[in-house]
């Protein structure tokens, strides 16, 4: 029998692998059996860690404020990034996506779930294509909205500090836009992954400075999207652009900004500072974009071979090792590029 097991966040540190009720199937919904299921780094290791600002302030949605509260609390159950699995059930009224067909979508780390239909709708990974590779939509469409923010033009100079999972995608998202990229990095293996998914120069930022390595070249980069998620990227993100540059933070940072002097560069250059969440686009894009559009351009890029994302998977796990695989994210987050869990009978 299918086990529906489900990844749970006890507390900070400690994670178990239970079980839980298959959800009934209602009108306008299919059951989803889940093959794959890939992990956020950055996001997740906040709940793991108990460091994500939901668990410890509320978010008013209304006034779209932080405030005294909490938003989450543990156990969390079923956190997850992204999601590949089989229509293995569709209520009467549903007719697409088919039973039977393979999908993408977002559910969590559990071995099943019902899901609306209309959530599912293009998310059809099409014969022959790798359904590992349905676990970037998410992170593509993340490492496509900091691209659309930074506003490439052709012949733009670009720098992205970060070259993770995200970084990397930004990084081939950059080039296919044009931009001539110079990615940022401290490990090695991430550098060389760079290069091949198009950055025509890498710097290894344990070496020296990255802004006065590009101002050596163009007098500072057009434009920075910063995907570390340290503050210390941000200000040196802040330090390279040229005078009244663009800095994308895309990061996901977490506590006070320490190292963050906005009394320098950010005030003296003019520097644009630019928030990008996948929570939506860019303002001057939303009457054309959404993240769905993100997610299934991505997808196409993917599925049409000019971005390689199955080459960043770097550990795929049984579910049953879930936490194992979260000790290994928190000690040697250097190792890991992008883990995915592996659902079997």
Do not use: C
């Amino acid at each position: 029998m299918w086990g529906m097991r489900v990844i749970t966040f006890e507390e900070p540190g400690e994670v178990r692998v239970g079980l839980e009720s298959p959800a009934e199937l209602v009108a306008g919904a299919v059951r989803v059996r889940t093959l794959y299921s890939g992990v956020s780094a950055g996001t997740e290791l906040t709940a793991y860690r108990g460091t994500n600002p939901y668990l410890n302030r509320k978010w008013d949605t209304e006034r779209r404020l932080f405030v005294e509260g909490q938003t989450h609390a543990y156990p969390l159950a079923g956190w997850g990034y992204q999601e590949v699995g089989e229509v293995v059930e569709a209520a009467p009224d549903v007719a697409d996506p088919p039973v039977g067909s393979l999908v993408w979508g977002i559910w969590g780390h559990r071995a099943e779930a019902v899901v609306p239909a209309d959530k599912l709708v293009g998310h059809v990974i099409p014969p022959g294509a790798d359904p590992l590779t349905g676990v970037f939509a998410r992170v593509g469409a993340i490492a496509l909205n900091g691209v659309h923010a930074a506003d490439v033009h052709l012949g733009d100079q670009l720098a992205i500090f970060g070259q993770g999972v995200i970084g990397l995608l930004a990084t081939r998202l950059a080039v296919l836009s044009g931009a001539r990229v110079v990615a940022a990095d401290a490990i090695p293996d991430r550098l060389e992954l760079a290069r091949r998914f198009g950055a025509a120069e890498t710097f290894d930022i344990s070496s020296g400075s990255v802004a006065e390595f590009m101002r050596k070249r163009v007098e500072g980069a057009d434009t920075v999207i910063e995907l570390s998620g340290t503050h210390a990227g941000l200000h040196e993100a802040i330090r390279t652009v040229r005078r009244g540059g663009r800095v994308v933070a895309a990061g996901f940072y977490q506590g006070d900004a320490v190292g963050l002097r906005l009394g320098e560069e950010f005030h003296h250059n003019q520097v644009q500072l630019v928030s990008s969440q996948i929570g939506g686009v860019a303002s001057w894009l939303a009457h054309r974009w959404d993240v769905e559009r993100m997610q299934r351009t991505f997808m196409e890029l993917v599925h049409r071979g000019e971005v390689a994302a199955g080459e960043l998977i770097s550990h795929v796990m049984p579910v049953d090792r879930a936490a194992e695989a979260f000790d290994l994210l928190d000690k040697h987050q250097s190792e890991v590029l992008q883990l995915v869990f592996e659902f079997k009978e």
